[in-house]
């Protein structure tokens, strides 16, 4: 055999015994079993000594998302960090907020264990229709804070009513009780 057959039939065999078969029509593909683990904000987000938890929505859902941050927030950086909506890598995992549009936060204080957040009033083009999930978020999330147990929202110095996730007003107090069927733990 000269080194050009010998070439040749090494290539026949090379390329006929490569081991992947072949079918006459596709064949159907079932993937295997979940649930599956995925990278989660936590995982890409900066690694800092303290959490805070802000409170998302993904699909109607009120999910509870921590962040690692550098010190511990005050209650007014803790609702600014929250009003600034979710990072690239929360976006990522389908996360987004209510917020924009729906309500005006314009501040925190604390008295006491009460979160009092001053909401201005709505634009015009304001034209959400998600205001329970928006003022879940913010209940949720500084009702997450060791500080707060509950929260009450203002508007021109006077309590404002807000739905609550039974759908009623309330000018009282909230907690994360008042939206808790609205609340995903992922």
């Keep these: 055999m ?5 070439l040749a039939v090494g290539l026949v065999a090379l390329l006929t015994g490569c081991g992947i078969p072949t079918d006459n029509a596709p ?11 995925t990278a989660t904000p936590a995982d890409t987000a900066p690694v800092g000594p303290a ?22 927030p005050t209650i007014e950086d803790h609702l600014r960090h929250l009003l600034a909506g979710p990072t ?17 936060a314009a ?18 083009d304001a034209g959400r229709s998600d205001e329970v999930l928006a003022f879940g978020q913010i209940v ?14 203002l508007r021109d110095g006077r309590p404002l009513g807000v739905p609550r996730a039974d759908g009623s007003l309330s000018e009282q107090p909230l907690s994360r009780t008042d939206y808790a069927p609205l609340i995903s733990e992922r």
Aim: charged letters at 25%; proline letters at 10%; aromatic letters at 4%.
């Design 140 to 153: 949720c999330t500084l009702t997450s804070r060791d500080d707060v147990t509950s929260v009450t929202f």
């Design 51 to 72: 959490t805070e938890t802000v409170c998302l929505v993904r699909d109607n859902r009120i999910v509870p998302v921590l962040r690692r941050v550098d010190r511990p």
């Design 27 to 37: 064949r159907v593909v079932h993937p295997p079993r979940g649930p599956f683990p």
């Design 88 to 104: 690239e890598a929360e976006r990522d995992t389908d996360l987004t907020s209510a917020l924009p549009g729906a309500v005006n």
């Design 2 to 6: 000269n080194p050009r057959q010998f």
């Design 107 to 124: 501040g925190a204080t604390l008295t006491g264990t009460q979160a009092r957040v001053t909401v201005d009033e709505p634009g015009d």
